[in-house]
């Protein structure tokens, strides 16, 4: 696939321009810096412009006729559409010349690793052969959300980032995110779109099972392991770059409303926290995060300008690069622009808080004035090129830019290789060692929160798989047949409208009453274990009193809930936030001051911990 040539002096090259000849930007001894310069002054303004759009790619996309778009002589395009005419990932490859994009559903690991082989020569037959970068947002956890996670592909699964915290054991983190790395790098995945260093501040925020909680410092130890696993000392060819996020700390939502809508279209600081939220960021940035995607919401009452994070100077330019001296790329979050399409689903209005009122072309300048690199999600450079035509950005703004861009790449070493070994990727990701490595953090990101393990041979589960319930005595239909009962529960959200919506846990944290009711019905009938899966902060308090024992867990198979419900096995984690008594004191709380709620039923830390954290 490399089809290497070799220089007069015997160096082996890729001829990237197709000319016979070992151009400084393909010659692999040259220092990146020296070879970005070269490969910018061969660039068109079209194909910067390129660069710039991110887009997004499922597995397969080919057009109609189930055959690839492909490239023709000197690059010309052969187009590949959907039936509705909306651009296939090759389409965006060969028509547009997009080299970046956010994968998808991934059906797995040998399919993943083909299909980057498959774009990656599609983008090697184009003029300049610039390679492609698959990124990816978390799919090694147990949340399934369209917008923010991925299951499936086989990989091998840990615990939610939530869960990584609630171990509070940065070795085991840094090796279980190489692990993660080694993955992701098997199949041809070279930046991933995380981690979220947000503190979790507001209970009722739904991304926080994507956070490091909301103690800093734990945050700040979290954030320093994960980027050190999957980029290394420094970022090279044995790496997965991180794009830390949401800029400048997307944990203080308004009233915990998501900014994926407009309800949560504003950060707020009742509390006077903003700089709090900025020091797991300044760990990211001490570790060497590679890029950074700003948040969607306004950071409204900061002093900042009050326009969403991605069209916001004063929080691109002015704190992230003039404060903090970060040069790296910085993406928008997705589709903050022009929304998107789920072609015979659903369309997703763009997420452009604060600049509503603005044309699409103003809105494209004010990101690009703001000091953004790339558009998450969009995918027509036309945007990009209108706005340096219409006078209003500079072809030197886009050089700024491109430089980034190139740079990473070319620091990730996909100039040099970026095809992988499909066997060798059926092999590695999710094999037995990988497997278990996921559990054991799943097993040490367990909490103990009251009461003591059950015991028994006859079991009534629920959540639970009865056939591995099976294994570990009867199984049977009603609880009070059964010596001890195990269920497993969500914490409380509110059902929302819409299709995307669904997929995100807002609103109150208490459990409906008849709920309530009828898990304290099981546990007066016989000794319960309820191990409560905690993607937020649970109220608790109508349940300690009546379970057994009451377990909480970031995303675990089931035979390590058993283990633990049963005593097999010894509970280790610690809570990464605390869980409040009422939804009254969350209510009454401040929404970016940590440990704010009035009289925790759980500390943050426990079962060790009997007071917050500090605050600084």
């Known amino acids: 696939m490399l089809n290497l040539l070799r220089h007069h002096d ?287 919401a306004i950071p409204s009452g900061s002093g900042l300008s009050e326009v969403g994070a991605n069209f916001n100077r004063d929080v691109i330019t002015g704190l992230l690069r003039g404060r903090y001296g970060f040069d790296g790329v910085v993406c928008t979050d997705f589709n903050a622009i022009t929304g998107t399409e789920v072609p015979g689903i659903t369309t997703f209005p763009p997420r452009h808080w604060g600049v509503e009122e603005l044309s699409v072309a103003e809105q494209v300048v004010l990101v690009l004035d703001a000091g953004a690199d790339q558009l998450g999600g969009e995918t027509d450079p036309e945007l990009i090129l209108s706005a340096v035509g219409s006078g209003a950005v500079s072809e030197a703004r886009i050089d700024e830019s491109a430089r980034r861009i190139l740079r990473d790449k070319f620091r990730l070493g996909l100039f040099e290789d970026p095809y992988v070994d499909p066997d060798a990727a059926a092999a590695a990701v999710g094999d037995a060692t990988g497997r278990e490595h996921g559990r054991r953090v799943q097993r040490r990101s367990l909490v103990h929160l009251s009461g003591h393990p059950v015991a028994g041979r006859r079991l009534y589960v629920e959540g639970i798989d009865p056939a591995v319930a099976a294994r570990y005595g009867t199984v049977v239909d009603r609880p009070e047949d059964a010596d001890a009962a195990i269920l497993r529960i969500t914490a409380p959200y509110e059902k929302r409208e819409g299709f995307l919506e669904q997929f995100f846990h807002s609103g109150s944290l208490e459990f409906p009453a008849l709920e309530t009711e009828r898990l304290r019905s099981v546990a007066s009938a016989v000794p319960t274990c309820l191990a409560v899966h905690l993607d937020r902060p649970a109220i608790l308090t109508p349940l300690t009193g009546h379970a057994a024992f009451l377990i909480g867990e970031f995303g675990a198979d089931d035979e390590l809930v058993l283990d633990a419900a049963l005593g097999r096995a010894p509970l280790s984690g610690t809570l990464p936030f605390d869980l409040p008594s009422s939804m009254g004191a969350v209510e009454a709380a401040r929404e970016d001051v940590p440990f704010d709620t009035r009289d925790p039923l759980f500390r943050c830390g426990h079962p060790t911990a009997h007071e917050a954290p500090p605050r600084g």
């Open 10 to 296: 015997g160096t082996p090259f890729r001829d990237l321009n197709h000319n016979g000849t070992m151009e400084p930007y393909e010659d692999p001894r040259l220092p990146v810096e020296e070879r970005v310069d070269d490969l910018l002054n061969r660039m068109t303004l079209e194909e910067k412009a390129a660069l710039m759009c991110h887009g997004r790619m499922m597995v397969g996309e080919t057009g109609e006729t189930g055959e690839a778009g492909g490239a023709g002589p000197a690059g010309e395009a052969r187009p590949a559409l959907t039936g509705n005419g909306i651009p296939t990932g090759v389409e965006l490859i060969t028509g547009r010349g997009l080299t970046a994009f956010a994968m998808m559903a991934v059906p797995d690991a040998r399919t993943m690793a083909e299909w980057n082989n498959h774009v990656q020569g599609l983008a090697a037959a184009e003029r300049l052969s610039i390679p492609v970068t698959l990124a990816s947002d978390p799919r090694h956890g147990f949340t399934a959300n369209p917008a923010t996670a991925h299951t499936g592909g086989g990989f091998s699964a840990g615990p939610e980032p939530i869960g990584l915290a609630a171990t509070d054991d940065p070795d085991l983190v840094e090796e279980y995110a190489a692990l993660i790395g080694r993955e992701l790098r098997a199949v041809g995945i070279r930046l991933a779109i995380h981690p979220m260093a947000d503190l979790a501040t507001e209970p009722r925020w739904a991304r926080i099972s994507g956070t490091f909680g909301e103690d800093a410092g734990r945050a700040c130890r979290m954030i320093t392991a994960y980027i050190r696993g999957l980029q290394g000392e420094r970022l090279g060819p044995d790496s997965v770059a991180c794009m830390t996020k949401h800029f400048p700390g997307g944990g203080p939502q308004a009233h915990g409303e998501d900014s994926h809508f407009a309800a949560g279209r504003r950060l707020v600081y009742p509390g006077g926290a903003f700089e709090h939220h900025l020091l797991p960021f300044e760990a990211a940035f001490e570790a060497g995060t590679a890029q950074i995607m700003p948040a969607y």
